[in-house]
């Protein structure tokens, strides 16, 4: 009999501790979700990545463009420059062309037709100067002030030559 209630008090303590409610484990995320969330995640990072550097290039294209607008007009008045000293220079060589000696004249003449082209070319470069290239325009300007200079200097030769002075 000591043995029945012995086995019955085990089966007892056998059912209470089998009704024991056993707190509930979160259950783990399913392993599909996780990477497709991890990929919106990269996708995500990826778009704004994207989206970055887009902004990026097309702010340095801006800045660029602003640059080579700079450098063409800041060419185009130091073209300019030169020739309105040429033509000043010129039109006072002009003027004194009565000064010249009759024998003279005829080898003055020619000297002022031929600084006319210079001047004329000079003219002509500086304004097809907007139409270059970014990478041509410092070729452009150095051509532009040595054809300045050339002509800056025919002018003064032909003046010392006739005896004419410039201001």
Do not use: H, Y
Not at 8 to 17: E, P, Y
Not at 77 to 106: F, I
Not at 123 to 151: C, F, N, Q, Y
């Amino acid at each position: 009999m000591n043995r029945l209630i012995l086995a019955g008090m085990a089966v007892g303590l056998l059912i209470v501790g089998g009704c024991e409610e056993k707190p509930k484990v979160p259950e783990a995320p399913k392993l599909g979700n996780t990477i497709k969330d991890a990929g919106n995640a990269m996708g995500d990072a990826a778009k704004k990545a994207g989206d970055s550097a887009k902004a990026a290039t097309e702010k340095a294209v801006a800045q660029g463009t602003q640059a080579i607008a700079g450098a063409i007009e800041s060419a185009k008045k130091e073209g300019t420059g030169l020739v309105d000293k040429a033509k000043g220079q010129m039109d006072q060589l002009s003027a004194k062309a009565s000064t010249v000696a009759a024998d003279k004249k005829p080898e003055f003449d020619r000297a002022i037709t031929d600084l006319s082209g210079q001047f004329t070319a000079l003219k002509d470069r500086v304004a097809k100067l907007g139409g270059d290239s970014p990478a041509a325009i410092g070729t452009a300007l150095t051509e532009i002030k040595s054809a300045g200079t050339k002509l800056m200097d025919g002018i003064r030769a032909t003046a010392d030559k006739f005896g004419i002075k410039l201001n």
